[in-house]
T-cell receptor, first 113, second 115 residues
Framework: NAGVTQTPKFRVLKTGQSMTLLCAQD?????MYWYRQDPGMGLRLIHY???????AKGEVPDGYNVSRLKKQNFLLGLESAAPSQTSVYFC????????????FGPGTRLLVL | DQQVKQNSPSLSVQEGRISILNCDYT??????FLWYKKYPAEGPTFLIS?????DKNEDGRFTVFLNKSAKHLSLHIVPSQPGDSAVYFC??????????????FGTGTLLAVQP
């Protein structure tokens, strides 16, 4: 039982490049989330999904897109990376309803030059 | 506007003593509160939670207190151990039209437990 895994662990991008961050969970959770963590800002919700095939915007969605084609996977895409997207990205998952306890992955550190 | 505030960026405590981490919130609709612990280069891990219908929840060395009238919660760690050194995030949850329980996080407090 691996829990929540994230790929890659670290990536350097040039401004304007695109990339996809992959999150996978093996706990059969309905809900999945993408957060970013910046110094002095805590964790902020980017997008989330309440089930396969569904996505919704969080607090800071601009510049990101997501897809949930399979229940166990949640992808975060950056179509044209900007230096302001330099951050640590965390994926999390939880059970359907009453899933206040979210389980987090180890994070992806992204540097945009 | 920060709905969940952790006003102390850092806290240093001697091993064996009590650590008290504080958190304030502004949204009276929050109905569930959680504390997460985060080590460097790892994801946050759930520590303890409390429902708004309670004022205290205890789990081993960790106790969370909720004061709804003051919109304040605190995490007590007794006794503190060097392995408790980490960043602690306070988080609050409110139902969003029944769709999901989105968490709002504070900015974190770095706890250093000195041997």
């Amino acid at each position: 039982n691996a829990g929540v895994t994230q790929t890659p662990k670290f990536r350097v991008l040039k401004t304007g490049q695109s990339m996809t961050l992959l999150c996978a969970q093996d706990m059969n959770h309905e809900y999945m989330y993408w957060y970013r963590q910046d110094p002095g800002m805590g964790l902020r919700l980017i997008h989330y999904s309440v089930g396969e095939g569904t996505t919704a915007k969080g607090e800071v969605p601009d510049g990101y897109n997501v897809s949930r084609l399979k229940k166990q996977n949640f992808l975060l895409g950056l179509e044209s990376a900007a230096p302001s997207q330099t951050s640590v990205y965390f994926c999390a998952s939880s059970y359907f309803r009453g899933g206040e306890t979210q389980y987090f992955g180890p994070g992806t550190r992204l540097l945009v030059l | 506007d920060q709905q969940v505030k952790q006003n102390s960026p850092s806290l240093s405590v001697q091993e064996g003593r009590i650590s008290i981490l504080n958190c304030d919130y502004t949204n009276s609709m929050f109905d569930y509160f959680l504390w997460y612990k985060k080590y460097p280069a790892e994801g946050p891990t759930f520590l303890i939670s409390i429902s708004s219908i309670k004022d205290k929840n205890e789990d081993g060395r960790f106790t969370v207190f909720l004061n709804k009238s003051a919109k304040h919660l605190s995490l007590h760690i007794v006794p503190s151990q060097p392995g408790d050194s980490a960043v602690y995030f306070c988080a609050a949850s409110a139902l969003d039209g029944g769709a999901t329980n989105k968490l709002i996080f504070g900015t974190g407090t770095l706890l250093a437990v000195q041997p």
